[in-house]
Each structure stands twice: as C-alpha cells, then as structure tokens.
C-alpha cells in the first residue's frame, strides 16, 4: 500500500501540539487496516525522517441513543502515535 492511503492526515490539537514539543511525537489519524510497520514505512517514506517507535489507538464506532433508542452513530477512528528519532522533525504549519 502506497503511504498515500495509510496516512490519512495528521492530528493538529493542543494534545498533539505539546506531544510534538516534549516527546518528538507526531499524531495521525490512520487507515482501520493498517498496522504498525506499516505506519513506520509510510512515514520514513514520506517525510524523509527515522522512526523510532509507533503506538496505535483505536476508536471503536459509538451508537447515539435518546430515550433509549439509537438515533445516530459516530464513526470510529485509528490514530498512530509516531516517535522520531532525535533531531529529526516534521513540519507541518511552521512559518505560516
């Protein structure tokens, strides 16, 4: 799989802003099949850097209800925390 359609796009919070800052991780939001080695080659190949470390964090999808009947659904979602080596960075918004 081309890294194009295992990394869907990139977390940008408060959380993922100070995790970039103290740890040197970077947030992704990720495709339901990928899995670990996966998410490490697809990021050393797209942005040029050396991971040392991913972590992943499913969501799973959740029934709204009221009253005691379901209404509506929130989808689910896979997220990857990756860890870069030290001195390597992914910059995303900087200068702007």
Not at 31 to 53: L, R, Y
Not at 73 to 80: I, Y
């Amino acid at each position: 799989m081309s890294y194009a359609k295992i990394l869907l796009k990139p977390l940008v919070s408060e959380k993922a802003t100070k995790a970039k800052e103290d740890s040197n991780q970077v947030i992704f939001y990720v495709a339901p099949m990928a899995n670990k080695i996966e998410i490490k080659a697809a990021v050393e190949e797209a942005f040029k850097v050396k991971v040392t470390e991913v972590n992943v964090v499913r969501r799973r999808p959740l029934k709204r209800a009221r009253h005691g009947r379901p209404t509506s659904h929130v989808p689910g979602f896979k997220k990857a925390y990756v860890t870069l080596a030290e001195g390597d960075k992914i910059e995303f918004f900087e200068g702007v």
